[in-house]
Every structure is written in C-alpha cells, then in structure tokens.
C-alpha cells in the first residue's frame, strides 16, 4: 500500500464525508481503488449469500485466500450486495473456513486483553466473543483482564514501567498521540499491510484516523465515538408549549428561541430549563463545550499536522461569546446551572424528570437513557449550527472515542493483533456494540438487525456520516484542561469572552510549541 | 545471664533494635528503593513510557518559579487540612466520652458511628455527592424544599467546595477516631477518676484534668495521622469535583496525579511528591518538638 | 434531637402536607412549630449537658436522678447522632431496593421505593463473570493475613520504639512515618517494578513458600499474585503499617512505668515483659489496629486493582466498581452498586459488633493492681 494512494483516499475520504456521502457511496469509491499486491487468487468453492430478494447488482470484489501461518486455509469472500435505495446497503463478510490437516497441535498462547467496559452486565465477551474468536484461532486463549476506567492510564504505565503489560488495551483515541510521540503503543501499519485491511474500507471515514498519529496508524476504532455532540431534546415538552415535537432547532437562532419557550420560570426562579448550552456529556465538561461548538459554528481547533492553533479567530470568538450570552438569557447566569454539571451527571437526570428540555450528549445517551428512564420520548438530531455564519453547516467533531492497540512491550504480538482485528474490523465488535447498542465504527455492522428494535436508530445513525475527525494533538489531555478552566474562569464572571480566547489559545500554542520543540 | 558485662542502657539498646527490626528489613526491602527511587526521579524527565533523562533542579526550578497551580494546590491543601484535623479530634474525642459507656444498646451506636468508615471511599463519595448536590440533592430536598433552609451550593460554589468535602471526609472516617479515642479512654485508670471526685472534682474538671492529659498521646496521634493522610487527599476529590470548581477543590495530590497520568510528566510528579514529602516531614517533625511539653507520657525522667 | 428526628421521619413519610397554613412571618404553620419543637428541644439538650458538667449550677434531686437524667441525655445524643450518620446509610440502602428509573426520580424525591426490589440482592450473585463467593474467599483470606500480621508487628515493634532506648530512636520513627508521605499514586510505580519478575531477585526463592494458587499464580509477584499485597504487612512496610505501628506505640507510652520497670527488677527479659505484661495490657489499643486493619484491607482498591488481574482473584471492592462504571460511559446501575456496598460493608459491621465490647470490656480491668 503505497503511502501517497494511501493519503490520498484518505482525504477524498474525508471530503466525501464532509459532503454527507452515504457510507454506501463511501465504501464503493474506496473499493474502485483497490490493487492489492499481496493477495493470492485461486479458484475455491466460495459461498455467496444474498440477504434480500430486492433487485440487486451483486459485485463481488475481492476473493482472497491468506496462507494463515496455521494449519488451515481461510476462504475469505465479500459480497457486496447493492440495492436500489441507497441507504440500504448490506455487506456480509463470509469467512469459510477449510480445515486441511492438522499436522501438530501448536502451543496455545494466551492473549492478555485489558479493557474497561467490561463490567458484570456484558456476558457478550464469554459467551459469544471470546467463543467465536477461538473458534478461529484455537491455538490463542484470550484472557480478558477488566480494569477501571478513571485508573486505566495509571494501570498501564505501572504496567509498561514494569516490564509486564497486557498484549491488547483499550486506549482512547485522544491520547493515541500521546502514547504514540513516546513510543509507548506499537505502530500497526505491518499488520494492517499484511492482512491486507483497507481501513477506509471497513470503518467510517471520521473514526479510523482519530487512531493515527504522523500518519502512522496505532489503533484501530471500536465504536462510532464520533458523535460525541449529538443534540437530544424532550418531545412531550415540546408538545406541551406548542412546538412541533418532531422538529428539533437547527440553527442557533431557532435554538434560542426554542430554548427559551421551553423555560419556565415560577416567582423568579427557573423550574424548568430549555438547555444548558456549556453543559455536555455528563456535565463537567466546559472543555467539550467549547469545541462542541466549535465545529457548528464554522471553525476548527487544530491545522491537520496538529501543530498549531486554529480556533484563535472570530468564529471561536463568536462560539465563546454565544455561549456565555445563552446561559444569560436563558438560563439567568452562570450559578442556575453549575449545579448540574457534577459527578453525578445531574443534567442527565433533569433531563429524564422533565427539569431540562434540550441538552447535548454523545451517542452512547441513546442506550444509556433506554436503561435509566424508559418512558421517556426524546428525539436525537445533529447540533445546531450558527446560522450567522454563512459557511456553517450541519456537522460534529470527533476527537475522542475509544479504540484498540497494543502497548509497548507487548509479548504475543502476531496473535494479539488476530485478537484486536476481531474485536474492531470484525464480528467481535458487532457483538460487543450491538449488546450495548452503541453504534459500531464499522458502517455495515450499524445496519445489523440487532439494533433495529430501537425506533431512534435511523434518526441516531443518520448523523453519524456527519462526523468529521478533528485532529488530535499529544497533548491533547492538557488542551482540554486549559480549555475547560478558562471556560469556567469566564462564566463565573471572572474575565471576558475575549480575554478567555486569547488565554486559551496563548497556553494551547504554548503547551504544543513546548511539545514540539521537545521532540 | 549476659546482663553483669552490659550496662542496662545497652542492654535495653540491643532490646530495642531486636524489637524493630522486623521493621528495619521490611523497610529496607520495599520501602527504601521506591522512596529513593522517587527522590531521583524528581531530578530527571521521565514520562514512564521513555527512559528517564537526568534534569538536574529544572523540575523544582519550574515548580518554584512557573507554576501557578503549585501554590494553588498547596493552600488548598492546607486550607483543607486546616479545616478537618480539628473537627476529626474534637468530634472523635466527644464521640468517643460518648459512647464510652456500659449502658444497654450503647455497643449499638458505636457499631452505627463505625459503619461510614466500613464504606468502600467511593460508594461513600458518590453517595455524599446525591446527598449534597445542590440542585436535586437529598440535603436540599430537606431543607430547602421542605424547610425553606437556604442550603449551601457543596460542590459547586468555590467556597462551600471545600467544607463540603470536609463534611463527607469527617463522617465516613470518624469512626477511626472514635476507636482510638475509645482505645485510650481504657488506659486512664480508674483510680485517678476516684482520687480526682474525693477532691471534689466535677465531671468537667475530671475531663480537663484527667482525661484529656492521660489521653493527649493519642490525641496526638491523631493529629499526626490526619496531617499526613489528608495532606494526601484525593479521592474524594477525585470522584466528586475533579479538582473543580474553579480550581477551588485542586488539592496537592489530585495535582500531581494530573501531571504524572494526564500529562505524562511523572519526573515534574516526582518532584512535586518529593516536595510534598518533605513538607509533611517537617510538619511532623514540628509537632513532634512541640508535642514534648504538651504531651503526658508515662516516662521516667531522664 | 430527638425532634429532629421525629421531623425526619415525618417528612420521610410525607406527613408535611399538614399545617400548611401561612404565617406572618413567611414559614408555613407547620414548619413554624417543627422550628420551634426542634430548637427547644436542642436549647434542653445542650442545658442538660451543660447541667450535668457544670459545677457551678446548683444541684436537685437525688443521685439516682442525675444518674437517670444523665443516661437520658446520653441516650437521647446517641441517637440523634447515629441518624446524622445513618441518613446517608438509609439512602444507600433504599436506592438498594429501587429499580433503575426509580433512582432517578427527583421531584418528588422517592425517599423509599415504591416497592422494594429485593430481588435486586440475589441478582448480584447470578452473574458468570464474577464468582462473588470465591470473592469473598479472596478478601477475606488476605484480610485474614493482613489483620494477624498488621496486630502482632505493630504491638511488637511498636514496643520497641515505645519503651526501650536506643540511638536514633526518634530519627528511626520519623522514618517509621516517612512511609505514609510519599503519595500512593505515585509509589505505586517504583511498587509495581520492585515486584515485577524481572527485576526482582527474591522472587522464586519466596516464590516457593507461598506457592498455593491463590497466592501465587504466575512467575511475577507483580501481576495476579496476593503477594504484593500480603507480604509487606508481615514486615511492617506496608501502606497503612506505619500507622498501626505509630498507634500501637502511643498507647504502650501511656502503659504505667512502675510496671515495666518491675519486670526488669524480677529480671524478665524484655521480650518476656513485652508478653506477659505488656500484652495484656494493651488488648483495647490491638482491637483498635485489628479493626482498622480489617476495615482497611477488607475495603483496599487501588493496590488490588494494580497487582490483581484475573477476575478470580479479584476482591470485593473491585466487584462492586464495576456496578459503578459501566459501559465507559458511566451507565450507573445505582441499584446494583448500592446493594453491592451493603452486601460488602454488613460482615464488617458485624465483626465490628463482636469486637467493639473490648474497648468498655477493659474500664474496670486496666490500672495498677495491689
């Protein structure tokens, strides 16, 4: 895979993204490119399954057959099967396999796995993954090691200091980077090579790159995190004062007035709030505030190599200046609010008692609000853009989100990454998302019918193209924390809109500056 | 046997160093290589995932001269430490008077003050953090909303964020104070209280004049232990505010935290910690100097 | 005090609907006359007490009815204060029976739920991932371990700093202390190589001691085995050692030093004073460092969460995180966490329960005898 092909796909991907091409479309284009000079074509027996009897135009891509370093021979085939409406689109990856001979049993090897959503309400990972996997690879035992979130960074560098860290981690994307500049991940491009893996094939084209640092890929993508800004509102609220519950604001102006008809306010106090407009995702998170609605308001954070500031302008200005005006207007200040931005996700809980009417939160609210208030009639939509700004549109940033790689001192390298493959590119990850029914960072496995029982799923997914990767930088987790003091510093009245802006990007250029010149 | 050829002062050195030195082999095994270890990395850059390089003073250097949230960090610190180590003595030790007694059910209540602190820190934080949240919080549902109390904003005002974290610090751990204090209320001999009421000595003047000299070891050792532990406080901190809000709750540890895991920069960490260590070495020191006069010890003068 | 509660509980069961006839003065009549129950009922607590210490305040009746008032008093505060220190307790058990969107109802705030979700209890022990009785195996095994280590190095070594001389005795303590001030988070590290396989050179020799399965899994000391979180009690260097040893030196300093010395006049050895007399005397101060050494070891997160891995060898506490974080994006299963805290806390509180009775136990006991 040449590198310049490889950059080149990489940023039609991103336009074709940009424009809202459909993943059908996507998929397609990346798929006319292909020349892979690695793959050995035979004639086998190939199964071809055709999902649905629609009129389709089945194009068969690709039949590779790999020489896995086993005892065995992998028939891979993909159909791909076209119907007519274009959002339709079912790809089906049919793995057959052929068992040869086996001429020695090889010694198993065990997998250390260590990731931290595996908690005691996902039987999926013994029951179906790590099963399925095995089934594969029985010479590889995976040994799921679950850690806890708020400690996974401390437990890993413990680990890699001591000389014994996990074959396969859980990492998120925004500290990729960061791990990358210090050499503490393993670089994947081998792998990807070897295995033949189009990445802008198989994922969506906002999520895979969030795993590259220097164009270097590190991790693969294990959900669709991208739509962390998704905009949430309440349609029996909407019912109640007279706005249609099926139309969400799409713009900032309509937001404001939407938000306001919303509040209710009893004796000079607020009982019911239209939106906190600096609260996202779980409260806490003025950071996530600021470049939430950065991307609607027109701007950018970051130049794509990451090295210098790009939110230092008028639009970041008008964002951080809106922001501060809106919790004026609508909320009555700064202290109505900051109550509900606390550990305890407050917000989320006004939201399901009817307290709060509007309010942003990534995608994983859906399943998240099914479990905590089941009665509850809300709608998903993608954030309102700044309709002052005439180069604005409809879009969500990603720079987070949560992906697989293997750390530095990794021992089972080759059967490590069979292990991550599965669980990001392959079936691993539509079991493991499905049960939790998060979007996956594979488009296809999105149309699976496990999801379908959800009646937001179409609305929920149709954002997701939308996505466009933002940039990381590796020092990203100290950007976020300049970002949310300041933010703070200026709601509670302790500078200006401007002052915050220029404090912001002045320590944002000096934390990178710093960075780079240490390199 | 041995005892003519020693004199009784060596004789009782030897004793000594018999008696800690379970203590000296355990410390030199795995106490002494990862304080050290600490020490020297506070004079290098190391972010853990390289090998460290030698810095020489730059870490202490940026920490003494460019560095904001240090001293932040630190007087929050102090404030918070200034702010529980009071209430846990006084209320422990009032606790403990308390409840020192054989009446019926009273074994009851002592288990009832010791349940907080059996509470895993952060089924406690989170439980506090419902409790005290200023918005759909029990504490305001009860006073505010039922009472028309003004409640105070906890968690989320800049100056109500630190009490809050005091108040949740003090229930979940007086029950350890409590147990000491209970523990040495048994050491006060029962003849003294005797003596004391034949002068004609009321409760108050038993309490100032007996009990509370014959228990001042322990009282001191509560002193001692709350400066150290929360000096390192973090937890709480951790789990109910993330430092926030407005830096007001940035306690020393949860600093240093931030820059060896979020920012990588375990050598400026080590420093910080090496700082640290050295602040609450002094302190104890101090009080040790201080507590000489202050402290009754049941030793022959020497 | 006792009003203030009677307050509670009428709130609690949504009795604040009566006397809601306004008043002057802004309050509403039955708040107005809660107000004014709760502070005369505060003003004659505090009088009482004051009454009872005070000599100055003249006295009435006899004995036996200072003694009643004074019981009273004591009871009434016991109580008051055990409810301050159970309402959040009373919360944890209550989200305990709720179902999930029932924690989340805020107005009105649902105090108890609506009908009580027992089965919410028995659901913890059904899941595959974690065998909760082999959990409860593992911690109470190594806080078995930690518990006998932690009393008997701390009584020992805390009598030799106590009572016996040597050069650099307060130097040395001062170090017995030095091991609570470096931060954990940060000890953690140097911790965790020192443990490691490949830097350690004890490891196989002791390796072989402690060779059953529990303790010891793999060739590492660092990953999967109790170890790290055993070994270190038995020489005192562990995290909260130092505090044990500091609190049982405290207490020995209060032991009468008549005692001591005539056990050097008898010529006891000094290993022999420490068993004989020192021992007995200092059974309230050892229940206090078993108790905290229970609660302590029975309640430790961190240090498990870093050195254990497998999820038989998990512990308690790392079970009942993962009711906490779920899903990576905190879907808090507050129901299962919270009966999980109460199933977790109830066995301490039992043993809590059998071992209180020694700190009263000693009153009559302590002293100089003859």
Not at chain 1, 25 to 38: T, V
Request: one cysteine or more; a negative charge.
């Amino acid at each position: 895979m040449g590198k310049n092909s490889h950059m080149t796909r990489r940023r039609l991907l991103r336009i074709a993204g940009g424009l809202g091409i459909s993943a059908a479309g996507a998929a397609a284009l990346a798929a006319c490119g292909e020349a892979e000079p690695q793959i050995v074509t035979k004639e086998v027996p190939v199964e071809k399954i055709v999902v649905k009897e629609v009129p389709v135009e089945t194009v068969v891509t690709k039949t590779e057959i790999k020489e896995v370093p086993v005892e065995r021979i992998v028939t891979q085939e993909k159909v791909v099967t076209k119907e007519v409406p274009v959002d339709r689109v079912v790809t089906r990856e049919v793995v057959k396999e052929v068992v040869k001979e086996v001429p020695a049993m090889r010694e198993t090897v065990k997998v250390r796995w260590q990731e931290v959503w595996a908690d005691a309400f996902q039987p999926t990972i013994e029951e179906k993954m790590i099963p399925g996997f095995e089934a594969q690879f029985p010479y590889i035992e995976i040994v799921n090691e679950r850690i806890e979130e708020a400690q996974m960074y401390e437990i890993y560098l413990t680990q890699i200091a001591g000389g014994d860290p996990p074959d396969v981690i859980q990492i998120q994307e925004s500290r990729v980077p960061q791990f990358a500049a210090r050499g503490g991940i393993i670089p994947l491009d081998a792998f990807i090579g070897k295995a033949g893996l189009n990445l802008a094939d198989i994922f969506y084209a906002g999520e895979w790159p969030k795993g590259s640092w220097l164009d270097v890929q590190y991790t693969l993508p294990l959900d669709n995190t991208g739509a962390w800004y998704l905009f949430w509102w309440n349609k029996d609220t909407f019912e109640e004062v007279g706005l249609d519950p099926d139309t969400p604001p799409t713009t900032w102006t309509e937001l404001e007035e939407m938000a306001l008809k919303t509040t209710v306010r009893e004796g000079g106090e607020i009982t019911r709030h239209g939106m906190f407009v600096p609260e996202m995702i779980k409260g806490a998170r003025t950071d996530a505030s600021f470049k939430g609605w950065q991307f609607p308001a027109g701007g950018h954070m970051f130049t794509e190599d990451a090295k210098s500031v790009l939110f230092d302008d008028a639009i970041g200005q008008r964002n951080v200046t809106w922001q501060l005006d809106m919790v004026q207007k609508l909320n009555d200040g700064w202290d109505n609010i900051q109550g509900y931005m606390d550990a305890v996700g407050a917000s989320r809980t006004a939201f399901y008692n009817g307290l709060l009417t509007m309010r942003v939160e990534g995608v994983w609210f859906l399943g998240v609000m099914r479990r905590d208030a089941p009665d509850i009639n809300a709608g998903v939509t993608h954030m309102p853009y700044d309709d002052t700004n005439p180069n604005a549109r409809p879009r969500s940033i990603s720079d987070d989100g949560w992906s697989y790689g293997m750390p530095k001192g990794a021992q089972n390298l080759e059967e490590g990454w069979e292990w991550l493959r599965y669980l990001t590119a392959g079936e691993g990850n539509l079991a493991f998302m499905g049960n939790l029914k998060r979007p996956s960072s594979v488009p296809k496995y999105n149309d699976d019918p496990l999801y379908q029982s959800e009646p937001l799923w179409n609305d929920l997914k149709s954002v997701l193209p939308l996505v466009e990767a933002s940039p990381i930088t590796p020092v990203n987790p100290d950007i976020d924390q300049v970002l949310k003091d300041e933010m703070e510093l200026m709601m509670a009245g302790k500078q200006s809109p401007e002052e915050t802006l220029a404090s912001m990007a002045g320590q944002t250029r000096e934390l990178l500056d710093e960075f780079f010149a240490s390199l | 046997m041995r005892a003519p050829r020693w004199t009784i002062g060596r004789r009782e050195a030897v004793w000594g160093f018999v008696f800690i030195a379970p203590w000296i082999l355990g410390f030199v095994i795995f106490s002494l290589g990862p304080t050290v270890a600490i020490i020297a990395w506070g004079f290098t850059e190391y972010d853990i995932l390289q090998a460290p390089t030698f810095a020489g003073l730059e870490n202490f250097i940026e920490i003494f001269t460019d560095d904001e949230k240090f001293l932040k960090s630190l007087v929050n610190t102090a404030i918070y430490v200034g702010l529980l180590v009071p209430c846990q003595v006084v209320i422990g030790f009032l606790l403990a008077v308390l409840v020192n007694t054989k009446l019926p059910l009273a074994s009851l209540f002592r288990a009832f003050y010791f349940l907080p602190t059996i509470m895993p820190l952060v089924v406690a934080s989170i439980v506090w953090a419902w409790v005290l949240q200023p918005e759909l919080g029990l504490l305001k549902f009860l006073l505010e909303d039922t009472m028309g109390i003004p409640t105070p904003r906890f968690m989320v005002d800049e100056y109500w964020s630190k009490p809050g974290i005091v108040i949740l610090t003090v229930w979940s751990s007086i029950g350890v104070q409590m147990i000491l204090f209970l523990a040495a209320l048994q050491a006060v001999p029962p003849h003294l209280y005797e003596a004391a009421e034949i002068d004609g000595a009321g409760p108050l003047r038993k309490l100032l004049h007996v009990t509370i000299p014959l228990v001042s070891p322990t009282i001191f050792l509560v002193i001692i232990i709350g400066i150290i532990n929360s000096f390192q406080v973090f937890t709480t901190a951790f789990v109910l505010t993330q430092g926030g809000p407005l830096d007001s709750t940035l306690f020393y540890v949860l600093y240093l935290w931030r820059k060896a895991f979020v920012s990588f920069e375990f050598g400026y960490a080590s420093a910080l910690a090496t700082i640290l260590f050295f602040i609450i070495m002094l302190l104890t020191a101090l009080s040790f100097w201080v507590s000489r006069r202050l402290v009754h010890y049941e030793q022959p003068e020497s | 005090m006792i009003a203030t509660i009677l307050w509670l509980g009428f709130v609690v069961f949504g009795g604040r609907s009566i006397g809601d006839q306004p008043t002057p003065i802004g309050m509403s009549s039955g708040e107005l006359l809660w107000t004014i129950v709760i502070a005369a009922n505060w003003i004659l607590d505090l009088s009482g007490v004051a009454w009872l210490v005070s000599p100055r305040i003249p006295r009435w009746g006899g004995p036996r009815l200072q003694r009643r008032l004074a019981s009273a008093i004591r009871y009434e505060l016991m109580i008051g204060i055990s409810v301050l220190a159970l309402i959040p307790i009373f919360w944890m058990v209550s989200t305990s029976l709720k179902t999930l969107p029932e924690t989340y109802e805020v107005e009105p705030y649902l105090l108890l739920p609506r009908e009580p979700q027992w089965g919410n209890y028995p659901f913890l022990f059904t899941f595959e991932r974690f065998n909760v009785l082999q959990l409860f195996k593992n911690t109470s095994l190594m806080t078995v371990f930690n518990l006998v280590a932690n009393v008997g190095i701390a009584s020992f070594v805390g009598y030799g700093f106590a009572r016996l001389r040597f050069p650099g005795r307060n130097l040395l303590f001062l170090l017995v202390l030095s091991s609570l001030m470096v931060p954990f988070i940060v000890r953690i590290i140097p911790l965790f190589v020192l443990f490691s396989g490949n830097t350690y050179i004890l490891q196989d020799q002791l390796g072989q001691v402690f060779s059953w399965t529990i303790f010891f899994e793999s060739r590492s000391w660092a990953q999967n085995t109790y170890l790290p979180l055993v070994v270190p009690e038995f020489f005192g260097a562990a995290g909260s050692s130092a505090l044990y040893i500091f609190i049982m030196r405290q207490y020995f300093l209060t032991i009468p030093h008549e005692l001591i010395e005539a056990g050097r006049v008898d010529g006891a050895s000094e290993f022999a004073i420490w068993r004989r007399i020192v021992l007995p005397q200092a059974t309230p101060a050892m229940v206090a460092v078993a108790i905290l050494s229970l609660q302590g070891s029975w309640g430790a997160f961190i240090e498990p969460l870093i050195f254990l891995r497998k999820v038989d060898l998990h512990t308690l506490s790392i079970w009942l995180s993962s009711f906490r974080s779920v899903q990576g994006e905190s879907v808090i299963q507050w129901q299962y966490g919270m009966a999980g805290g109460v199933l977790v806390t109830l066995p301490v509180f039992i043993l809590f329960l059998l071992f209180q009775r020694y700190f009263i136990a000693g009153i009559s006991l302590s002293g100089i005898k003859g």
